[in-house]
């Protein structure tokens, strides 16, 4: 089981796709270009805080509203390790998993955390907090395979033997 420690970032309740990646800014050419602006509605400052593999925990219904790809795209390029959540919005969830990004459900950590705290992930078994653990459940294995190849091209690519330069 792959085990790993983050800073956490807290969100609220019902961040949608267009905190996540405002509409205006979907014009410009790469998700790289794009990244810096990731929840300017709600926190201009957030993206250029966000550092290597930290976390982000939310309330309800995350990524909720359009079904833009683009928005865990964002969230992946700014090195976010995965998004701890009360609950997600179903298609972002499989957009999130067809690009590579760990999503976790889990509705009790909210309560205790806050922004800046550091949270140790076992997958598949538990979150831990200030030596209080957080019972998790495991995505099915095909789901993992796809997080782990990196997205859900290039799961499919590994699977069936296609290397970047046959292309």
């Given at each position: 089981m792959e085990q790993f420690t983050g800073k956490v970032w807290v969100l609220g309740d019902d961040i949608d796709t267009d905190i996540i990646i405002p509409t205006e800014?979907?014009?410009?050419?790469?998700v790289e270009d794009m990244k810096q602006y990731g929840f300017s509605p709600l926190r201009p400052e957030l993206a250029g805080q966000i550092g290597d593999e930290d976390i982000i925990v939310a309330g309800k219904n995350f990524g909720c509203g359009s079904s833009r790809e683009q928005a865990p795209e964002i969230i992946k390029a700014l090195n976010i390790k995965c998004v701890i959540a009360k609950s997600f919005?179903?298609?972002?969830?499989?957009?999130?998993?067809?690009?590579?990004?760990?999503?976790?459900?889990?509705?009790q950590i909210q309560e205790d955390v806050k922004e800046g705290d550091r949270i140790d992930v076992l997958l598949g078994d538990h979150i831990s907090l200030n030596e209080k653990?957080?019972?998790i459940q495991s995505l099915p294995q095909n789901l993992m395979d796809i997080i782990n190849a990196g997205g859900l091209v290039k799961a499919m690519q590994k699977r069936n033997g296609i290397r970047k330069e046959d292309q």
């Amino acid at each position: 089981m792959e085990q790993f420690t983050g800073k956490v970032w807290v969100l609220g309740d019902d961040i949608d796709t267009d905190i996540i990646i405002p509409t205006e800014y979907l014009a410009l050419p790469t998700v790289e270009d794009m990244k810096q602006y990731g929840f300017s509605p709600l926190r201009p400052e957030l993206a250029g805080q966000i550092g290597d593999e930290d976390i982000i925990v939310a309330g309800k219904n995350f990524g909720c509203g359009s079904s833009r790809e683009q928005a865990p795209e964002i969230i992946k390029a700014l090195n976010i390790k995965c998004v701890i959540a009360k609950s997600f919005a179903r298609i972002f969830f499989r957009n999130s998993i067809n690009n590579g990004l760990l999503l976790i459900e889990n509705d009790q950590i909210q309560e205790d955390v806050k922004e800046g705290d550091r949270i140790d992930v076992l997958l598949g078994d538990h979150i831990s907090l200030n030596e209080k653990k957080y019972e998790i459940q495991s995505l099915p294995q095909n789901l993992m395979d796809i997080i782990n190849a990196g997205g859900l091209v290039k799961a499919m690519q590994k699977r069936n033997g296609i290397r970047k330069e046959d292309q």
